[in-house]
């Protein structure tokens, strides 16, 4: 019976948590890391999907990003706002400055 009381204090303690655990500075470092170095994009998609990020914001820029390399175009932050601005989402992730 003991085991039950704790199994149900432990379910309260797990469904009390609302927000999953996330670094939004771990975020901008790896969006911040492909735009400096694009040539890790392929060891990066190996490990990050754009899901990883709790970020919307930050979700949209590495999508963004993926199209792009994925293109084979050039990434840079003008290539990425225009890609951004193209599909109405350059608003959405706070404008241009927030994408640099």
Known sequence: MADSRNQKSKDAQVDSVKV????LEAE???LGGLLLD?????TVAEKVISSDF???????????IQAILEESNP???????EH???R???DDVGGFCLSC
């Open 54 to 64: 709790y970020s919307r914001p930050h979700r949209l820029i590495f999508e963004g």
């Open 38 to 42: 694009n040539q890790r994009w392929d």
């Open 75 to 81: 990434l840079d932050l003008i290539t990425l706002s």
């Open 28 to 30: 901008q470092s790896v």
């Open 88 to 90: 109405e989402q350059l």
């Open 20 to 23: 999953p655990p996330h670094s």
């Open 84 to 86: 951004l601005e193209l």
